[in-house]
């Protein structure tokens, strides 16, 4: 109509608020690790958060997890490996590879390697704390990540009991001040059962590790699927895994055909 003076309203979006609360530093972040991928997530993940990294064998699965918490070592922190798959000898020897001396920064009290079984976590969630709990408040612990949590899924046939299990796991993650991640192993493109769906659901954020044959090679990708209150890219991100340097993702998104990528 013409001549009427539309007034439009500021109306503040909850991102707006967000965003607000993370410049006065309500919301801290908590640098990744991985080369770029910090400038796609707003600068990391949230601290106390619980982040879940899904992708199938051979993606760099524990290498991420590994990296994220020698950046915290970086940082003065004291971290924790929960492996329930790991041989610790033969892990350890390949993690030197990237130049983490894992032996000596057990010994010197900053890593800590605690073996555990899918079983463990069952007990641990039904007696609560256990022996995760004494390390983590114990020793101060900051970061945690357990590689992988895809074993701890299958443990029920139950979908129900499964539920419950997976939010007390999350809900004794939160009571502690740690950023977690969580592994699952699961590859996006051939396995779309999602059993991890309520994990997934669950975490604060989920990130996509991908391995696929783009013309005659195959090449890795990642994908932030989601990351709760952060403004994060949608794009596909090839990524590198090299002795020198760990993982790095492209500076760039994926510019490539996307026709490999057809998840759920
Ligand atoms: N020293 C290395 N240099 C380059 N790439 C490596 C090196 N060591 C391992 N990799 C790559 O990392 C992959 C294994 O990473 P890993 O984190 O163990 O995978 P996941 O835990 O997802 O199964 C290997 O298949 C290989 O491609
Ligand atoms: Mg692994």
New binding site residues.
């Given amino acids: 109509m013409a001549g009427k003076k539309v007034v439009k309203k500021k109306v503040k979006s909850v991102s707006v608020k967000y965003k607000s609360l993370k410049s006065k530093g309500v919301v801290k972040k908590v640098p990744s690790g991985i080369r770029n991928l910090d400038k796609i997530i707003e600068g990391g993940f949230e601290k106390n958060s619980t982040n879940l990294i899904v992708?199938?064998?051979?993606?760099?699965?524990?290498?991420?997890?590994?990296q994220f918490l020698m950046d915290g070592i970086k940082r003065g922190e004291n971290v924790l490996y929960v492996a329930f798959e790991e041989e610790k000898a033969g892990f350890y020897a390949?993690m030197l590879?990237?130049g983490w001396d894992l032996n000596k920064l057990e010994k010197s009290g900053k890593f800590f390697f605690l073996p555990y079984t899918p079983d463990k976590i069952r007990t641990l969630l039904e007696e609560g704390g256990g022996d995760i709990e004494t390390i983590v408040l114990n020793k101060k612990i900051q970061r945690i990540a357990m590689?992988?949590i895809t074993t701890f899924v299958m443990l029920f046939d139950d979908d129900v009991e499964m539920r419950e299990k997976t939010l007390a796991l999350f809900s004794l993650l939160r009571s502690w001040t740690c950023t977690s991640l969580l592994?699952y192993?699961r590859d996006p493109l051939i396995d779309k059962k999602r059993s991890s769906r309520v994990l997934e659901f669950e975490a604060d954020s989920l990130i996509f590790?991908y391995f696929t044959r783009i013309k005659r090679k195959r090449e890795r990708f990642l994908e932030v699927y989601k990351m709760r209150g952060t403004d994060h890219s949608t794009d596909m991100f090839s990524y590198?895994?090299?002795?020198a340097s760990g993982i790095s993702i492209s500076s760039k998104p994926y510019s490539g055909n996307l026709d490999n990528f057809k998840t759920v």
């Fill in positions: 992708g199938g064998s051979g993606t760099g699965k524990s290498i991420f997890a590994i390949n590879e990237f590689d992988s592994i192993e590790l590198n895994i090299r002795a």
